[in-house]
């Protein structure tokens, strides 16, 4: 199993450029399966869960040319619709083949995903909503079976805000006959990025960044081109990496638009932030100021940068509160940080974090994705050496990280 290998002390200064959007990439990935066209995605990340999800669509019989960053699709020769266990428990975004497979062939498999690290994870709300949109679902063998002659439009309340609840449905509802509208919908970045790429293919949607989107089903989507979104989670990380260790960077091809929250909790650090384009600027000098974060659903803090500011706050000056209110377990970090010399305390969904003036590097063990971001960060400001166990987790996310830091004056290395 490979592993990092950090030498901390060295503030990140220099450029990067910032990647396409992971979570962009995989829901527009699996609008390939809309059309028997040629769709085209540029800035594609070159990450684990991308290849995953390359490799469960030309399962299904789609074709796929790959290029550097970039992929284009053809479904027209689609003739399996099934997405089995192996693929869907190493990637729980595979449940977004499920609402474009039974919009467009009446007929669907995808293995239930099960529980993850952070929480049990549930996708009730993806089958209340295809159900409501006339779709018969069985639960069989661990596998969702969903079948419809043609879905038809409904009114789709969401409990609770669902970032892939809202993307399944949405593409779902662009093939199904009449108006859905989604309400309490997710107003993610990445939600709209999707709405684009559908629009590009002939989908009628409006309202995409509020919490209420109004699908008209049209009867064939066509072929489109289409440039990934850049990654607001890589830009925060990087963002934050360089905060914590005094640094002084420029993120190119990114977007402050999509990091409101995340911006504005880094100058409560301390940092200087300007913005020119497309580029953003992060000077920091001094010890962080310690920072309270809450995670909730968009335009509030997302809860994929929780673990970053918490690994910016173990080595801040004063105590933060740290509350996360989108998943149960996501405080799987705070062993580890601990193993660095940490002092965090842990109550039910909120920890409280005790700044201490140095870390001291350990061997630690990532448990999922943005909890690795959080120990790469821990591990570039701690004294000594910091290994960092079972990164499979990272690649899932991050180009090219360790390349990314080294060019920005890291010291880090991979282990095979
Ligand atoms: C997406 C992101 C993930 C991010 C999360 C929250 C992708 C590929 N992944 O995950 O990086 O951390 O949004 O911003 O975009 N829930 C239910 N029933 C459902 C669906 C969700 O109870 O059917 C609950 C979840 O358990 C969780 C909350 O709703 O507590 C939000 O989850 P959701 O927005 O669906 O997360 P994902 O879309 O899986």
Redesign the pocket.
């Known amino acids: 199993m490979q592993k990092l290998a950090i030498q901390g002390g060295n503030p990140l200064r220099g450029e990067v450029r910032i990647s396409g959007a992971?979570?962009?990439a995989?829901?527009i990935m699996c609008a390939g399966l809309l059309t028997a066209d040629t769709l085209r995605l540029t800035n594609l990340p070159d990450l684990h869960?991308v290849g995953t999800m390359r490799k469960l669509l030309v399962q299904m019989g789609v074709s796929a040319e790959v290029a550097t960053n970039e992929i284009t699709f053809k479904g027209d020769q689609i003739n399996n619709w099934e997405a089995p266990y192996e693929m869907v428990k190493t990637m729980?975004?595979a449940?977004?083949v499920l609402g474009p497979l039974v919009a467009r062939f009446g007929d669907a498999k995808v293995s239930l995903p099960g529980g993850c690290a952070?929480?049990?994870?549930?996708?009730?709300?993806?089958?209340?909503g295809l159900q409501a949109m006339g779709a018969e679902i069985t639960i069989e063998h661990g596998y969702i079976h969903a079948k419809a002659k043609k879905l038809k439009g409904a009114r789709i309340f969401f409990?609770?805000?669902?970032?892939?609840?809202?993307?399944n449905l949405m593409m779902a509802a662009a093939l199904a006959e009449g108006v859905t509208v989604l309400e309490n919908a997710?107003r993610?970045p990445?939600v709209i990025d999707l709405a684009n790429c559908l629009r590009a293919m002939g989908a009628k949607i409006v309202g995409d960044g509020t919490d209420n989107i109004t699908i008209t089903g049209v009867e064939k989507l066509h072929g489109a081109t289409h440039h990934i979104m850049p990654d607001r989670?890589e830009s925060g990380t990087f963002l934050v990496a360089a905060a914590a260790t005094g640094g002084s960077i420029t993120l190119r091809e990114t977007r402050a638009d999509i990091l409101d929250t995340v911006l504005e909790k880094l100058t409560e650090v301390g940092a200087k932030i300007t913005v020119d384009g497309t580029s953003i600027h992060l000077e920091m000098s001094g010890r962080p100021k310690a920072v309270n974060v809450r995670t909730a659903?968009?335009p509030a803090f997302?809860?994929?940068m929780q673990a970053q500011f918490m690994a910016l706050n173990c080595i801040a000056e004063g105590s933060a509160m740290v509350i996360e209110t989108?998943?149960?377990n996501r405080f799987m970090h705070v062993q580890e940080l601990r193993r660095l010399g940490a002092q965090i305390d842990v109550e039910g969904n909120t920890s409280v974090v005790r700044g201490v003036a140095h870390l001291e590097g350990a061997t630690v063990m990532a448990t999922d994705?943005?909890a690795s971001a959080c120990l790469v960060i821990a591990g570039l400001v701690a004294q000594g050496e910091t290994v960092i166990d079972r990164i499979y987790h990272l690649d899932r996310?991050y180009e090219h990280i360790e390349s990314k830091l080294s060019q920005l004056g890291a010291n880090i290395r991979r282990i095979k």
């Open positions: 992971k979570n962009a995989l829901p869960d729980r975004a449940i977004l952070i929480g049990s994870r549930p996708v009730d709300l993806h089958i209340k409990d609770i805000v669902s970032v892939t609840g809202t993307e997710a993610e990445e989670i659903p968009h997302p809860t994929d989108i998943f149960e994705l943005r996310g």
